[in-house]
């Protein structure tokens, strides 16, 4: 963010300071709209959004697996103290359900990704077939999600609204740039190795968006454990098309993939671990892998450099 959007910041939630009739910086403190998310990834997205003029907390920070996440006595302060909570939904938060249904009842509570249009929605192939909730890595879904957290957060707070839309365009346009980016980078993988073998199904959205074949060890959630079958069939595939790399997440633990390259070295091919790729949580704050562009950059490189 700029400076001068800063100031524009500033000015616009001490006029929504006065409007409200209240003075003083203790009341100013308190008059904060106070949001909470879940993931590093929304809380980005709210900061981008509502600059100084909000308090964001993110309740998951680095190398947190959302999928078992339970809210921690500490959380749920947090959580009763939000005028809003915004979390992903379709079921990423897979153990947050009751406390959401509870708190629902006392103030409001969006769940983002569930706004997205079903024809962008992807199902996982486990469990059910459910829907696969990591979208923000089809960063033109995710822009998408940015401009409706615009909508919802205006309507939060009306004295604000214009602010945070204009902020949430900004951000957007950004996020074509970033498509591009991500595009043009993927593309000059040679065509034979542009497969993403990943712990879990985290990169179906990207991989769709893209043009790389993603294959996970376990399904969409990480609440399945791999199988045997499931090793003994990547280890085909790997051999087979001679792929170079796979690659471990930080949210998740590298014992699966492991197996996957020993089962392959047993077979004569050598694989690698290309790098360590953030899934399901962004890097740790105050580097540019704490930032959504940061950890979608991350990524992109490491994913280029180990399979060209
Ligand atoms: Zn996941």
């Known amino acids: 963010m700029n400076i001068s959007k800063k100031i524009q910041g500033l000015i616009l939630l001490f006029l929504a300071t006065i409007t409200l009739g209240c ?12 949001v909470v998310t879940t993931t590093g990834m929304l809380g980005d997205a709210v900061r981008n959004i509502v ?16 999928h078992l996440y339970k809210a921690t006595q500490g959380d749920l302060t947090q959580l009763n103290r939000a005028d809003l909570i915004i979390y992903n939904g379709l079921f990423l938060e897979g153990k947050m359900g009751d406390v959401f249904s509870r708190l629902q009842r006392t103030k409001p509570i969006v769940a983002a990704a569930e706004n997205l249009d079903s024809t962008f929605l992807l199902s996982g192939d486990a469990i059910g077939k459910a829907i696969d909730p990591h979208v923000w890595f089809d960063v033109s879904l995710w822009r998408q999600v940015v401009l409706h957290l615009g909508e919802v957060l205006a309507e939060q707070s009306p004295e604000l609204a214009e602010y945070f839309q204009d902020n949430a365009k900004q951000y957007a346009e950004q996020l074509v740039a970033l498509d591009e980016e991500v595009a043009t980078a993927i593309a000059t993988i040679p065509e034979g190795q542009r497969v993403l073998i990943t712990a879990h199904d985290a990169f179906g959205y990207f991989g769709n968006r893209y043009q790389i074949e993603v294959e996970g060890l376990q399904g969409i959630s990480t609440l399945s454990e791999p199988g045997i079958r499931d090793v003994t069939e990547l280890v085909d595939l790997i051999t087979e098309r001679k792929i170079k790399a796979v690659f471990v997440e930080t949210s998740v633990s590298d014992k699966s993939i492991q197996a996957v390259v020993t089962g392959c070295r047993e077979r004569g091919h050598e694989v690698s671990i290309g790098g360590s790729l953030f899934s399901d949580a962004m890097g740790a704050e105050d580097t540019p892998e704490g930032t959504y562009p940061g950890m979608v950059r991350s990524n992109v490189r490491i994913i280029v450099d180990a399979l060209h």
């Open 23 to 34: 003075g003083g910086n203790e009341k100013e403190s308190s008059n904060r709209l106070k």
């Open 51 to 66: 600059g100084d003029s909000a308090e964001v907390v993110s309740l998951m920070g680095p190398g947190v697996d959302p």
